[in-house]
């Protein structure tokens, strides 16, 4: 069975720091189509970061600049740092990989995507 797992999440404040984990359980991360996705109260989900189907990290214009995803292999996780946090950053952030693609891109909502639980993050003004 699949699992991920968040963690990381917590409070700061306006121009901190986060640095958020995703740990997989009987999956191994691919180079490709993972990625972190945020959602806020009352908005839809959508992506953040993630590395896409050629493994070239994309990143949402919100956080360009200042988050970067990566992979440590030898633990098998998902990291994305987070810099420079502003309170429009305030969000359930969630890890997601998926081992399909739709019209040429990740299917994040396919039967072979997994997403973990999430982690809150509140960033204060």
């Known amino acids: 069975q699949v699992q991920l797992v968040e963690s990381g999440g917590g409070s700061v404040q306006t121009g901190g720091s986060l640095r958020l984990s995703c740990a997989a359980f009987?999956?191994?991360?691919?180079?490709?189509?993972i990625g972190w996705f945020r959602q806020a109260p009352g908005k839809e989900r959508e992506e953040v970061a993630y590395?896409?189907?050629?493994?070239?990290?994309r990143y949402a214009d919100s956080v360009k600049d200042r988050f970067t995803i990566s992979r440590d292999t030898a633990k098998n996780d998902l990291d994305l740092q987070m810099s420079n946090l502003s309170p429009e950053d305030t969000a359930m952030y969630y890890c997601?990989?998926?081992?399909?693609?739709?019209?040429?891109?990740?299917?994040?909502?396919?039967?072979?995507?997994?997403w973990g639980q999430g982690t809150q993050v509140t960033v204060a003004s």
């Open positions: 997601a990989a998926t081992q399909e693609y739709r019209l040429g891109n990740c299917n994040w909502y396919g039967s072979r995507a997994y």
């Open positions: 009987g999956y191994t991360f691919s180079t490709s189509c």
């Open positions: 590395r896409d189907r050629y493994g070239w990290p």
